[in-house]
């Protein structure tokens, strides 16, 4: 298995890369079929401009990778090592977190707060353990608990709460209406309809009928704390 970033394509108009590395990879595809080729990004094939991206992944498949379902988050949360080859299938001594350690809530609290998105379920996981850990007196977790780890988290992610919401690829247009959730909680769609495209590709909002939303709200709280 082989696998490539978007950002490639970035190099390709740096001229970095020729495009005959394109034909080499079409012709990896067609002849290696011991080989797996998987290109990785957050944009559509159509929108990679510095070459002609189509004529040379012509058979290639899309396949999208959504958010975690909150079965898959409960899964994550309770069964971390569920597929580690460390311990055998059955292993009861396979380390994992009974559901009840999480609060009354707890997981779905967590679920709701990164939007289901992995990297972000990991984050507030990680920071109610380590907050949990720290404080010697409880007993189990708690709403308040939840809430400290939800602002902790918005400092500690920073760094990728920015990527994601700001990327440099994206256009000036889309931070701007981004930037609007700062003071309010729904608003109208963007008028260029070229920015709902990106936010819609990025899954950044949840559209309700002629208002949108952000999707995560963990983003909301680092866009009015840190953005």
Request: glycine letters at 6%; proline letters at 6%; charged letters at 25%.
């Amino acid at each position: 298995m082989l696998a490539l970033d978007e950002y490639i394509d970035r190099k390709l108009g740096e001229g970095v890369f020729d495009e005959d590395l394109l034909t080499l990879i079409r012709e990896s595809i067609q002849s290696h079929r011991n080989l797996t080729w998987i290109f990785a990004g957050n944009h559509g094939i159509t929108e990679l401009t510095h070459a002609e991206w189509m004529s040379y992944l012509v058979s290639a498949r899309t396949i999208k990778v959504p958010p975690f379902t909150p079965e898959e988050t409960r899964r994550l949360l309770t069964e971390p090592l569920r597929y580690s080859c460390l311990w055998d299938r059955d292993d009861t001594n396979r380390p994992h977190f009974e559901p009840g350690f999480w609060g009354a809530g707890g997981i779905e609290r967590i679920h709701a707060e990164a939007g289901g998105w992995p990297h972000l379920v990991q984050l507030l996981a990680e920071t109610v353990v380590d907050l949990f850990n720290d404080a010697e007196t409880l007993e189990h977790i708690d709403w308040a608990l939840l809430e400290r780890a939800a602002d902790e988290a918005v400092m500690l992610g920073n760094v990728v709460l920015r990527q994601l919401m700001n990327p440099d690829e994206a256009a000036p247009a889309e931070w701007t209406y981004l930037s609007g959730f700062r003071t309010q909680d729904r608003q109208p769609p963007p008028p260029d309809e070229t920015v709902c495209l990106a936010l819609r590709r990025r899954w950044l909002v949840t559209e309700e009928g002629d208002h949108w939303r952000l999707h995560v709200p963990l983003m909301q709280r680092w866009l009015r704390q840190r953005g």
